[in-house]
Antibody, heavy 128, light 110 residues
Framework: EVHLLESGGGLVQPGGSLRLSCAAS????????MTWVRQAPGKGLEWVSS??????????????YYADSMKGRFTISRDNSKNTLYLQMNSLRAEDTAVYYC???????????????WGQGTLVTVSS | QTVVTQEPSFSVSPGGTVTLTCGLS?????????PSWYQQTPGQAPRTLIY???TRSSGVPGRFSGSILGDRAALTITGAQADDESHYYC??????????FGGGTKLTVL
């Protein structure tokens, strides 16, 4: 059974930093793309960033993608030896206050792309 | 900047049929965007309903179906039930690793 467990959320001051983690189990973590999605209080879902898994074709891995508003401040990474996804968030702003979800991506080139499993989320509050 | 559009709210009577749509601020939605749909109730994580336009995720009841209607992706609920009252989000894959969420539709069943 696939399980995703986020951690690392909390209260941080504006301008501060935080690193979120997502511990994955129940699947071969290294071979799947992973993503972060956030949801501000009372608002909709917003894609934050994705990172590719190891390609069984090319062997490449770890390509990263970001929403424009997160570029330069957020860094996604993964440790396949620990089955863990990370999101390093710097220069945090009040508008970054949200529940941050990690999700497993089902991506097959020219065939499909969607989020098939979700964690329960971790709350990040940016406030002085 | 491209925006994915959804109806902010919709209502349906129990047992009724409702179609929620997902469009693009510029251009048409096609199967090449691999539209997917997610259901979310307050305080809960999203749940995957439909992917690749019209494929139901495991365990999703048959009353949920996806399609392309004209220039938009669509999620149809046939025979709505009270526990279908939720927010529904569409997602489009824009290519090159970029993903866009729609703003979501709040569905009321009454």
């Amino acid at each position: 059974e696939v399980h995703l467990l986020e951690s690392g959320g909390g209260l941080v001051q504006p301008g501060g930093s935080l690193r979120l983690s997502c511990a994955a189990s129940g699947f071969t973590f290294s071979t799947y793309d992973m993503t972060w999605v956030r949801q501000a209080p009372g608002k909709g879902l917003e894609w934050v960033s994705s990172i590719s898994g190891v390609s069984t074709i090319s062997g490449s891995a770890g390509r990263t993608y970001y929403a424009d508003s997160m570029k330069g401040r957020f860094t996604i990474s993964r440790d396949n030896s620990k089955n863990t996804l990370y999101l390093q968030m710097n220069s945090l702003r009040a508008e970054d206050t949200a529940v941050y979800y990690c999700a497993k991506v089902r991506s097959v080139p020219s065939t499909t792309f969607y989020f098939d499993y979700w964690g329960q989320g971790t709350l990040v509050t940016v406030s002085s | 900047q491209t925006v994915v559009t959804q109806e902010p709210s919709f209502s349906v009577s129990p047992g009724g049929t409702v179609t929620l749509t997902c469009g693009l601020s510029s251009g048409s939605v096609s199967t090449f965007y691999y539209p997917s749909w997610y259901q979310q109730t307050p305080g809960q994580a999203p749940r995957t309903l439909i992917y690749s336009t019209n494929t139901r995720s495991s365990g999703v009841p048959g009353r949920f179906s996806g399609s392309i209607l004209g220039d938009r992706a669509a999620l149809t609920i046939t025979g709505a039930q009270a526990d279908d009252e939720s927010h529904y989000y569409c997602v489009l894959y824009m290519g090159s690793g970029i993903v866009l969420f729609g703003g979501g539709t709040k569905l009321t069943v009454l």
